[in-house]
T-cell receptor
Framework: GENVEQHPSTLSVQEGDSAVIKCTYS??????FPWYKQELGKRPQLIID?????GEKKDQRIAVTLNKTAKHFSLHITETQPEDSAVYFC???????????????FGQGTTLQVKP | SQTIHQWPATLVQPVGSPLSLECTVE??????LYWYRQAAGRGLQLLFY??????ISSEVPQNLSASRPQDRQFILSSKKLLLSDSGFYLC??????????????FGDGTRLSIL
């Protein structure tokens, strides 16, 4: 079955610096890769996602890149702010076709701390 | 727009007592539904998922069960809670557009403490 590895487990950056979180997946059939942000005590919220037919997607300060050959994808946050502090989860899924379950396999999470 | 409701928000139960957590989705039909558990400071563990009424798949053997009596209702149950059942329980749904499953969206969760 699919397995997703996420690194690093913790990341501390100064406000204004960039942060990068990396994930690798094992199942080459995976074609959908969302990223979630979870603030303390709250629900995970989708912040960006990418499908396997594109290599990069950007939304303001957040970008995700995908390397299908190497089976890894990364989250990039530029100009970090204290409110970016949270736990970030990557996930992988096979998201096409009838009868598919849409199951997400999550990484272990990265705790990002942005120091003011 | 679609919304997901999960209740209660917090619950304190004694060991051995029963459990029923409910999740409902509005604004969509035929969603996929999921139950996750998150231990403190840990990742998301998928417990059950459902692709339709009465269709439940279990990911982890345990003393919990799930049911889907209606299209947009998903219930997590237990007959006798264990201490290890403590955690943050999250319900999620995903829809389908043009044959592709869409992102999963989570409810606000239930924080369950077993005493």
């Amino acid at each position: 079955g699919e397995n997703v590895e996420q690194h690093p487990s913790t990341l501390s950056v100064q406000e204004g610096d960039s942060a990068v979180i990396k994930c690798t997946y094992s199942d080459s059939a995976s074609n959908y890769f969302p990223w979630y942000k979870q603030e303390l005590g709250k629900r995970p919220q989708l912040i960006i996602d990418i499908r396997s037919n594109v290599g990069e997607k950007k939304d303001q300060r957040i970008a995700v890149t995908l390397n299908k050959t190497a089976k890894h994808f990364s989250l990039h946050i530029t100009e970090t702010q204290p409110e970016d502090s949270a736990v970030y989860f990557c996930a992988a899924s096979i998201a096409r076709g009838s009868g598919n379950t849409g199951k997400l396999i999550f990484g272990q999470g990265t705790t990002l701390q942005v120091k003011p | 727009s679609q919304t997901i409701h999960q209740w209660p928000a917090t619950l304190v139960q004694p060991v051995g007592s029963p459990l029923s957590l409910e999740c409902t989705v509005e604004g969509t039909s035929n969603p996929n539904l999921y139950w996750y558990r998150q231990a403190a400071g840990r990742g998301l563990q998928l417990l059950f998922y459902s692709v339709g009424i009465g269709q439940i798949s279990s990911e982890v053997p345990q003393n919990l069960s799930a049911s889907r009596p209606q299209d947009r209702q998903f219930i997590l149950s237990s007959k006798k809670l264990l201490l290890s059942d403590s955690g943050f329980y999250l319900c999620a749904w995903s829809g389908r557009v043009q044959g592709f499953r869409q992102p999963q969206h989570f409810g606000d969760g239930t924080r369950l403490s077993i005493l």
